[in-house]
């Protein structure tokens, strides 16, 4: 038995993400594009005297911003691993969705009290100026969506600038909406009540990436997996008594990864066992990152094993479920009816 005390083998897909040269390429096309009209709309923001444009050409800057961070967190992410990092600097991409987060939300702060100030006191807005740069800002930010949407938005860094530059093109529909509105009843409250909806827009996207990032740096478990369901589901797998020690995280975005402690019945196989619960997880869940520690029940060589504790009563404390060892992580997972 002793030659399965310590086997901690792991299942590891090397294969994490998909031509980051071609990403890059759809980003700097991008990049290019969006700061070449960014300036011309400053200008004409300035000149109509347009919150709405100005806003807009703020929210492009960061489009732009995003962008660059995105190229360099890609960049960074594709170092292997090496010395103190041992996932590699994969992570990178995570900290630029979340700058990209925060800088939506901060921008979003800033322009809805300009927004407020001029539905106070309305300054005297350029419609037809407002309404042509909004038209070619829709036709800009739709070029700059499609390259976009050409990149793997699977990864959080990706999707960031997206949603910049998504929430862009709305703004520019609703500061087009306001430039015809201005030039057809002179209505000029309308370019702040537009400048408000692109703050709704910013502070949505702005939130998701915020929400989802610090997920992955709270090493949550990936969206869409319910950790006691897929414990329950590994103990019902043939030979398994007992799965502790359960962790499911992301090391950065599409690349999901779990660690447990997995006791076998006395005589099983522990080597088949591990097998079966790495095609198990790779194929169900697509977890292909998967290390398991793989010990029989009871069983004791010189280093001192793990054990399985006795079965708790139904009214034991959960705290005491984990007598294997001194510090459990996480809920005892056993066949049959058992408390989470």
Request: proline share 4%; with cysteine.
């Amino acid at each position: 038995m002793s030659e399965h005390a310590h086997s901690h083998k792991h299942g590891h897909s090397h294969a994490h993400g998909v031509s980051p040269d071609a990403d890059r390429r759809w980003l700097r096309a991008a990049l290019i594009l969006l700061t070449a009209y960014l300036a011309v709309e400053v200008v004409i923001g300035v000149v109509a005297q347009s919150l709405a444009l100005i806003s807009d050409a703020a929210h492009m800057l960061t489009d732009a911003v995003s962008i660059v961070l995105a190229l360099i967190a890609m960049r960074l992410a594709a170092r292997p691993a090496r010395g103190g990092y041992t996932y590699g600097l994969k992570r990178a991409e995570i900290l630029s969705a979340q700058a990209n987060g925060i800088t939506l939300l901060l921008l979003s702060v800033w322009l809805a009290y300009e927004a407020v100030e001029r539905l106070i006191s309305p300054p005297k807005v350029t419609g037809g100026l407002v309404l042509i740069t909004a038209l070619a800002g829709i036709v800009v930010n739709l070029i700059c969506t499609w390259l976009l949407s050409r990149a793997n938005r699977s990864s959080l860094n990706i999707e960031g600038a997206y949603q910049h530059i998504l929430t862009d093109l709305f703004g520019f529909v609703a500061t087009a909406v306001a430039g015809l509105i201005v030039l057809t009843t002179g209505y000029e409250r309308a370019d702040a009540i537009a400048s408000l909806v692109v703050v709704a827009l910013m502070l949505r996207a702005g939130t998701g990436l915020v929400r989802e990032s610090g997920r992955i740096f709270m090493e949550a478990a990936p969206a869409g997996i319910d950790p006691d369901a897929l414990g329950d589901h590994l103990v019902a797998a043939d030979e398994v008594d007992e799965v502790h020690d359960l962790h499911i995280w992301q090391i950065t975005s599409g690349q999901p990864a779990l660690s447990a402690h997995i006791l076998v019945a006395p005589g099983g196989d522990c080597h088949k066992v591990r097998r079966s619960l790495q095609e198990l997880l790779s194929g169900e869940y697509g977890i292909t990152h998967a290390t398991l520690q793989v010990d029989h029940v009871g069983e004791q060589g010189a280093d001192q094993l793990l054990t399985l504790s006795p079965r708790p009563g139904p009214g034991s404390d959960p705290e005491q479920q984990a007598g294997h060892c001194e510090d459990a992580h996480g809920p005892v997972h056993r066949q049959g009816p058992h408390r989470h």
